[in-house]
């Protein structure tokens, strides 16, 4: 099993990117709950986005980036998107994708860590 993240970069403020986030061995794709986190060098990692599994009815945000981001799962293919619109200096971390058999509620409660995480990719963001 494995999980690629890929579209980090470096962009000035208030523009946008785009983060892809590709499973592979996964048995039933669907089934996991893909969420993103970031991490700044000597902070904790912190969930930012979540799309639920089984449907992907759900999506969650954490309140730093609502409004600004979007999740969504491409169509026929085992990846999730993270649009970044409106980038600020403060979004400038390293983005990670992590999978999960457990639900969105329980990764933004804290009592669920992914079992799955990609190895990130870098998000600068220049004022």
């Known amino acids: 099993v494995e999980l690629v993240e890929s579209g980090g970069g470096l962009v000035k403020a208030g523009q946008s990117l785009s983060l892809s986030c590709t499973g592979s061995?996964?048995?039933?794709?669907?089934?996991?709950?893909i969420a993103w986190f970031r991490q700044v060098p000597g902070n904790k990692r912190q969930v930012i986005s979540c799309i639920s599994g089984f449907g992907r009815s759900e999506t969650r945000y954490a309140a730093s980036v609502k409004g600004r981001f979007a999740i969504s799962e491409a169509a026929g293919e085992n990846m999730v998107n993270l649009q970044m619109n409106n980038l600020k200096p403060d979004d400038t971390a390293v983005y990670y994708c992590?999978?999960?058999?457990?639900?969105?509620?329980?990764?933004?409660?804290?009592?669920?860590?992914?079992?799955?995480w990609g190895k990130g990719t870098p998000v600068t963001v220049s004022a």
């Open positions: 061995g996964f048995r039933r794709w669907d089934d996991y709950a």
């Open positions: 992590g999978a999960t058999e457990y639900t969105c509620v329980g990764i933004f409660g804290g009592i669920v860590t992914p079992r799955y």
